[in-house]
């Protein structure tokens, strides 16, 4: 495992499992598989309806000496109707309570819309109070980032945003470096979309050094020093994905996987009202 060191200087493990859209029944399963064949960080978050099951794996894994607490780095993050202050204090309360955990060690706003001040605030106050080890936001933008790295007390120690081939966000991993706050990568394959996985352009990178698409992909945001998480609910996927650390890419194959940028997201943008209104459900 590779490490980033976090501007709190808590080290942060640099590929980690994602539980994002794994059905509550399958979450225990795929996490303890996860944990058993060496991730140690795991992220999940309120809104994916399987924090209780990420907790059960955690206290498994715990109780019959696969890992010790201390050993894990465990994610979860806030959503936008939690956003008020004492709503925050209270939700994160709740969460430690659903995933039996004393602390957890990475806590984010999921979301750039909403009360994002007033949970901050409540998000200090559990970091200072040992409930949390660090804070950060996701799909915070360039521009956003700086705003509120100024106007916070604590800077973020993470910005979790999408990250792939096909959205390779250079600006923002600059932006986000020279805040200090660790850039981490959600659905770093695209969760397949424009047919990824079958790319000529990595396929054959990837048989340079007998890995897979998947494997090239995931090593290319690590030599970048983005965190990534990758999420599958297939055993023999989660070992391919954790086998990234016995090999670098080429600075002609970086470049080459550069050349793929098509620059926008393969989801949605974060900034077009329609996806805001439908996310927020806030409409007029
Ligand atoms: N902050 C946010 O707003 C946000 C948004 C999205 C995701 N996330 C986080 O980021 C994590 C990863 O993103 P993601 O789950 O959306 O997408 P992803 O990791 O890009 O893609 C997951 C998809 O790829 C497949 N897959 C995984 N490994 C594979 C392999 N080696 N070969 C072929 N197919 C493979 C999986 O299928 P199987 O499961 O069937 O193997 C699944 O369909 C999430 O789980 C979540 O923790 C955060």
Redesign the pocket.
Known sequence: MEYSILNNNVKMPKLGF????IPESETKEAVLHAIKIGYRLI??AGAYKNEAEVGEAVKEAINTGIVKREDLFITT?LWINEYKEQNAESAINGRLQKMQLDYLDLLLL?QPYGDIYGAWRAMESALNAGKVRSLGV??FDAGKIVEFAKLVEITPQVN?LEF?PWNQREKDEEWNKKYSVQPEA???????RLNL?HNKILQEIGKKYNK?V?QVVLRWLIQRDIVV??????EE?IR??FDVFDFNLSEEDMDLIKGLDKKESAFFDHNDPIFVERLTGWSI
């Open positions: 994602g539980v994002y859209q992220d999940t993050k999921h996701s799909n979790q792939n959600w659905a770093p394959f695209a969760e397949g996985f897979t998947g998480l990758a999420k599958s609910v297939h996927r391919e994905n």
